[in-house]
């Protein structure tokens, strides 16, 4: 069997997607998902969201929005398994597991808690000055998303490839402390799409919420008429000659363009074509590659219960892969449920019951004696001489009943009761220890086996 690659990335949820969005990360995850060697996870980070945003209304907002972008914009969920981070429980209890074998030094080393550290220095601040666990522990959590589904490529912007070299470290860590051998993590991969256009925002800086030079993605018409009307543009009048390499319109119109298109575009702008038209053509453009995914879009918000459907649906598949994931990681760990641990026992009984032996022999003065033996053939115990064959198979009988055992130890050994008389001595053991632990040996090999 091959395994496909999978590929898994989280979107989180505080914002409304734009157009910048769509082009840099939404349609180029939507096309990888339809590779049919993929195998994609994609789901809404609203756990991350909550480490960023105190809004309840717009985190909730946001999760609908994104989910209704990602579904609008063709991805089909019966091929990737898309989900809600905080409808997969064994996420948050993943990061606590993972939390325990994370090195503090390794999280303070962390770009955007280092950054916030650095502000309050700056500022005068106390350095932890509203600094939540949240954001400290913001790398944990990521790195339970990418471990708990074994991903293999991650593709992230780059302000992301340090926790996912994070998720390596911490996976690593789990592995060797756990592991016994076997790599319970596999490695995942940072990818960075460099074909991917960043798209400039209004003012040509990288389009980005924080700048505020957004272009709307799935609003009305009218919105992304208007904020195209405002792309800055130089001043150069119709009819002057423009420069197409140098106009961050026209780089929006090539992110959305078949390479016929953005030819034509191209010449006409040197020729002289002016900003007003050359808007309208944008606008004609992105209305053209956006408009039927726009109407999807509003008919999925106007049925939120739907959506609810497919994401639990999402979930489901997704904790198909999680839960019997998680509760290997939890028996590796140490958390096992007693029963299973019962029935280990029992079976060590079984096997040591199986190994200890009984040896008869008779001495040259006629008496009847035995030994038991350990599995590896230690000398456990040597009885006490008997004046014939049937005593002493009474006594090796009496002591696998399952009666509680009388055993005295005494110095450096111990001796074993019956009814008030002593049936057999240990040898001498090296040291007090020894002894215990051959009394053990002793009581687990005259534990009578329950089939
Ligand atoms: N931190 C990512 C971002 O802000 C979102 C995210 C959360 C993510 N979990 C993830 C991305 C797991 C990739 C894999 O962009």
Redesign the pocket.
Known sequence: MTTRTRI?????TTGTPHLGNYAGAIRPAILASRDSNADSFYFL?DY?ALIKCDDPLRIQRSRLEIAATWLAGGLDVDRVTFYRQSDIPEIPELTWLLTCVAAKGLLNRAHAYKASVDKNVETGEDPDAGITMGLYSYPVL?AA??LMFNAHK?P??RD?IQ?VEMARDIGQRFNHLFGQGKEFFTMPEALIEESVATLPGLDGRKMSKSYDNTIPLFSSAKEMKDAISRIVTDSRAPGEAKDPDNSHLFTLFQAFATPAQADEFRSDLLQGLGWGEAKNRLFQLLDSELGESRERYNQLIERPADLEDILQHGAKKARAVATPFLNELREAVGLRSFVAQAQVAATTKKKAAKAARFVSFREDDGSFRFRLLAADGEQLLLSRHFADGKTAGQVTKQLQSGQPLDVRSEDLGFSVWLEGQCVGDSPAFADSAARDVAIEALRIALTPVQE
Not at 8 to 12: A, C, D, E, M, S
């Open positions: 898994l990335t989280g979107i989180t980070a991350h990521m998303d990418i991650v992230v912007g992301q926790h």
